[in-house]
């Protein structure tokens, strides 16, 4: 749609350019200065006739009313799709698309985030969530129970495994082992099962974590990580659990503020297609 050129001079005056993006007004501009917070007001009380003011003036007021109806949008706001995957939650969360609310370029590729907080993570350490996407060969683990006996990875072949890295110092990881143990017990007959590793290492904190899982009632398999089970992981922060097929591959990875909903209908999903206990 074409601007007409009142319109057009507004814009101009308004910082705003013909492709709609925001652009430098001179600061000897007759009609515009920029106030202590950087943005920019009409001088409308200086200079020139009260009547040319006044035109200036409603012309950019029409202007704000067209951008806030959505008519004119800076050009970010244009070139920006309204929803795709987080660049962070869709790596560590599994999530699927977000509302756009910032972009960052990398490597030449734009990526988008559902908030400025995942921007700054992402900037800070890219390589973290560029690493290979799932499916992907499960490391081997072999790692002491609370009993102190060796379980490694192996042990549950043929089954689908969640595997859930916690600490006792965070608080959600706690709180999501009743319906960690829930799980466990609703699909154990199927051929699954929830293996939670415990990442503590501070003697006193390791002491807390069988204390735990007595007080959380906990059933299924708990075993003491290793720093090589953590680092084989790729793990970055917790809670991070991996869902992993009765062939061995990772599948799905989930962490961070996640739906146990999107858990189940990931493990429900995996149980159908691999078909039975082997």
Not at 28 to 37: G, I, P, V
């Amino acid at each position: 749609m074409g601007v007409s050129p009142p319109l057009r001079l507004a814009h101009r005056r308004m910082g705003y350019n013909q492709s709609g993006s925001v652009g430098d007004v001179p600061s000897d501009h007759d009609w515009w200065e920029k106030d202590a917070r950087g943005a920019y007001r009409m001088r409308c009380q200086e200079g020139g006739s009260l009547k040319k003011a006044v035109q200036v003036c409603v012309l950019a007021l029409g202007s704000l009313l067209l951008l806030g109806a959505g008519i004119l949008r800076p050009a970010a706001a244009l070139s920006a799709p309204k929803k795709a995957l987080c660049a962070v939650c869709s790596v560590r969360e599994g999530s699927g698309p977000e509302p756009v609310k910032v972009t960052a370029t990398f490597e030449g590729k734009e990526y988008a985030f559902c908030t400025e907080k995942c921007r700054a993570e992402f900037l800070k350490s890219p390589q973290v969530f560029l690493k290979p996407t799932p499916p992907r060969p499960a490391p081997a683990f072999r790692l002491l129970d609370l009993s102190g006996k060796r379980v490694q990875l192996s042990d549950f072949k043929g089954k689908v495994v969640l595997v859930d890295f916690w600490a006792t110092f965070c608080g959600p990881c706690i709180a999501a082992m009743p319906e960690m143990q829930r799980l466990h017990d609703k699909y154990a007959g199927q051929g699954f099962t929830v293996v939670g590793i415990a990442t503590d290492t501070e003697p006193a904190r390791v002491k807390e974590v069988p204390q735990i899982v007595a007080r959380k009632k906990l059933r299924y398999p708990g075993l003491f990580a290793n720093p090589d089970a953590w680092t084989d992981y790729e793990g970055t922060e917790l809670p991070a659990v991996f869902l992993i097929d009765r062939g061995g591959p990772i599948v799905r990875r989930f962490g961070g503020k996640v739906e146990h909903k999107t858990i189940e209908e990931a493990v429900k999903a995996l149980l159908a297609s691999s078909g039975a206990k082997e």
